[in-house]
């Protein structure tokens, strides 16, 4: 069965770093595009970060310059570093294979004063 398995995230204090993954797992494929979603309390999930099979990525306004998204060789696991981190970081983190529409679990990143 085709899942997105994610990991990192935590707690730390403002200007803190935090490294999340999420791994394709059921299938090797080359999955094409894939993103970084997150959800704060009372808010909509938004878009964070993507990337697509070359690599290129684009990133939300509110964390350019701070996060950066990757993935390893082949294309299974993708990762968003964050550094810098502000308490309005604060979120559910999610990812996400567009093809798919296929979600990670989540997991929470939070980020005190």
């Known amino acids: 069965q085709l899942r997105l398995v994610q990991s990192g995230g935590g707690s730390v204090q403002t200007g803190g770093s935090l490294r999340l993954s999420c791994a394709i797992s059921?299938?090797?494929?080359?999955?094409?595009?894939m993103a970084w979603y997150r959800q704060a309390p009372g808010k909509e999930r938004e878009v964070v970060a993507t990337?697509?099979?070359?690599?290129?990525?684009n990133y939300a306004d509110s964390v350019k310059g701070r996060f950066t998204i990757s993935k390893d060789k082949t294309g299974q696991i993708i990762y968003l570093q964050m550094n810098n981190l502000k308490p309005e970081d604060t979120a559910e983190y999610y990812c996400?294979?567009?093809?798919?529409?296929?979600w990670g679990q989540g997991t929470q990143v939070t980020v005190s004063l």
């Open positions: 996400r294979l567009p093809r798919f529409d296929l």
């Open positions: 059921g299938r090797s494929f080359s999955p094409g595009a």
């Open positions: 990337i697509i099979a070359n690599g290129q990525a």
